[in-house]
């Protein structure tokens, strides 16, 4: 999902003020019809977002299995998943998920937007189609696809390397701790690279020709000018694409979930996974942990909320 | 002019076996769905012999038909719901003038982006408390709630570019703002809507893990959570896991293709405008 903040919203929020005097008619019936109709919105938003939101907060400082009532207990989930080995292995798989997807994301959207925008635009529109399917299937389809591509036995992958003479190179790519996650990261670009390649070509669209004219009469050359002109027109877009990764990272779950479970032996487990798993996974009969889980919920909020920071920052800064 | 043919013919030969390898999962897919269940283990990738035999599998053993009917309804009701609710708020932020407007509008916004993994947990306990648990009821609200806020901050945008001066107009004909809304302001929006109308059957038709948590009755299942235990089922019978992915991704293709236009549109708008 594409949610921005900008400052901009909060600048212009002026707009479409209309200058009745207090208390006129025509005004009172404004105020009365602004509520009416944000309203039931508003209804939703407090019942299932925002009270949730606080609620995971609150039972992250209780422990409680989900029956009876849960028991206060200050920071100690917090203590605890510092001394959790699994939490802090979902920690470090989440960053370092989130930080090589960004990059990569960031770097191959600007690519291969700059080579769109290069190209006939009969091919660019027919690149732009291919590209951006893959990021409009569900990622349970994408997943359970990739898993079969996976596969250690008959999966395509083996059997392209052993068709081409690479047989030392057969894998089981998702069983070996370190495997598991190059191979969950070429998932997660594959489905992403399209969103951001869109992004970015419209990026390149608005950027004024006469900018690349005029530095072209000054003897700039291909390479001066997209250091020089491109790059630094795109950066509220790069802003918006780096943090848009990292938001997608740090709530990585629907792929890993269904293609690895958070295995093996925890080696792609995510904060996401593990979360779930202490809340809903007790197909073993232990009883769920949903203090300790809704801690879990807050570190994921917290990283959410510092994706957006980094963006507002990064549009700040883009702004001077 | 010279130069800038070798420029397009290079940036077309980088790009199209970028294409092929990023097509090669879907051509995959389709291939493995049409090919016969034992030569999947020895035969050559590209089958000799296509059948449509895995795609009567899917469609009977699992009873598509009916899994497939809840994702086309609860999709539809979803947005539809989220469209009244949207254009109505997005509607009063841009263009009424109410007290604490800007203040409830930034509360919506900060809260925008909250993945549902991190919310799972009290959404879970909310629906079963509610008694709304493993019913689809309980999913759309669940799914409307959530996806209100955003699309109210993309129609809150497509209303900000109508002109003040209209909407004064009509009310110094005296229209309430209700009929106002309808009649002058509905009729304008048509692109907006089809922008939220697009954004909304994707995420929807894609939703996975709120679906696979507050629905157990299997009936009730949409295609998603369905597909997620296909693949357990059917881990030996590739040809019909992968004619069931197929199947499930025919309509979003098919709606993604016919707009693709409002998609692009909406996503310059809710990502570049600012």
């Known amino acids: 999902m594409v949610t921005t903040l900008s400052r901009h919203d909060v600048v212009r929020r002026s707009a479409g003020r209309t200058s009745y005097r207090f208390g006129s008619p025509l005004r009172r019936s404004q105020r009365i019809a602004g509520f009416l109709f ?27 299995g989900g029956f009876g009532a849960p028991r206060f207990v200050h920071f100690d989930n917090y203590s605890r998943m510092l001394h959790d080995p699994v939490a802090r292995r979902a920690l470090i798989v989440t960053l370092v998920l989130t930080g090589v997807t960004t990059a ?82 070429v998932v997660t670009v594959w489905g992403g690279l399209g969103f951001n390649m869109l992004i970015y070509f419209a990026g390149l669209q608005s950027i004024d020709p006469n900018l690349y004219e005029a530095a ?82 807050v570190v994921t909020m917290v990283l959410c909320t510092l994706a957006v920071i980094a963006q507002l920052w990064l549009t700040r800064r883009a702004d001077r | 002019m010279r130069t800038k043919w070798i420029g397009k013919s290079f940036a077309t030969f980088v790009l199209l076996p970028f294409c092929l390898l990023m097509a090669f999962p879907f051509v995959w897919m389709l291939l493995t769905s049409l090919r016969e269940q034992n030569t999947i283990f020895n035969g050559p990738i590209i089958p000799r012999k296509f059948t449509g035999v895995a795609y009567k599998d899917a469609w009977t053993s699992i009873d ?39 203040t409830l509008f930034v509360l919506l916004l900060t809260t925008l982006m909250m993945p549902s993994t991190a919310l799972i947990i009290p959404l879970y306990l909310e629906l079963k408390s509610l008694g709304l648990l493993d019913s689809q009821a309980g999913l759309l609200v669940l799914y409307i709630s959530g996806s209100a806020p955003f699309a109210m901050f993309l129609m809150r945008a497509f209303f900000q570019t109508l002109p003040d001066e209209l909407i004064e107009a009509a009310r110094v004909d005296g229209g309430s703002e209700l009929t106002i809304f309808r009649r002058v302001i509905l009729p304008l929006t048509r692109p907006g809507i089809a922008t939220v109308v697009i954004f909304q059957f994707l995420s929807t038709w894609n939703e996975f893990l ?18 997620f235990t296909l693949m357990g089922q059917y881990s030996t019978n590739w040809p019909a896991l992968t004619a069931g992915l197929t199947l499930s991704v025919v309509p979003v293709v098919i709606v993604y293709v016919r707009m693709q236009r409002q998609f692009v549109a909406g996503m310059m708008l809710g990502a570049v405008k600012n």
Not at chain 1, 137 to 166: C, E, H, M, Q
Not at chain 2, 69 to 95: D, E, P
């Open chain 1, 38 to 64: 944000i309203g039931p919105t508003f209804a939703l938003f407090l019942a299932f977002v925002l009270w949730p939101i606080l609620y995971t907060a609150y039972l992250s400082l209780t422990s409680w």
């Open chain 2, 210 to 227: 709120i679906a696979n948590t507050v629905l157990r009755n299997t009936d009730a299942l949409p295609l998603q959570p369905v597909l």
């Open chain 1, 104 to 185: 990569v994301l960031t770097f191959l959207g600007l690519v291969t937007a700059v080579l769109v925008n290069v190209v006939w635009s009969k091919v660019g529109v027919v690149v732009r189609t291919i590209l951006f399917i893959p990021g409009i299937v569900s990622f349970v389809v994408s997943a359970v696809l990739w898993k079969l591509i996976y596969d250690p036995n008959i999966g395509t992958l083996n059997r392209l390397l052993g068709a081409i003479g690479l047989d030392s190179l057969q894998h089981p790519w998702l069983a070996d701790h370190k495997t598991v996650l190059p191979a969950i990261i």
């Open chain 2, 64 to 102: 598509f038909p009916l899994h497939f009917w809840n994702s086309v309804w609860i999709t539809s009701v979803t947005v539809i719901g989220v469209l009244i609710f949207a254009t109505l708020s997005g509607y009063a932020f841009a263009k009424l003038d109410f007290p604490f407007r800007n």
């Open chain 1, 216 to 297: 072209a009469m000054d003897g700039a050359n291909t390479v001066q000018q997209f250091r020089h002109i491109t790059v630094p027109s795109l950066r509220i877009v790069t802003g918006l694409i780096v943090s848009l990764g990292l938001l997608n990272g740090f709530k990585a779950f629907d792929i890993i979930f269904v293609m690895t479970g958070g295995g093996p032996n925890h080696g792609s487990e995510v904060l996401g996974t593990y979360l779930y798993s202490l809340a809903f996974g007790s197909t073993s009969g232990s009883i769920p942990q949903l203090g300790y889980a809704s801690a879990f919920s």
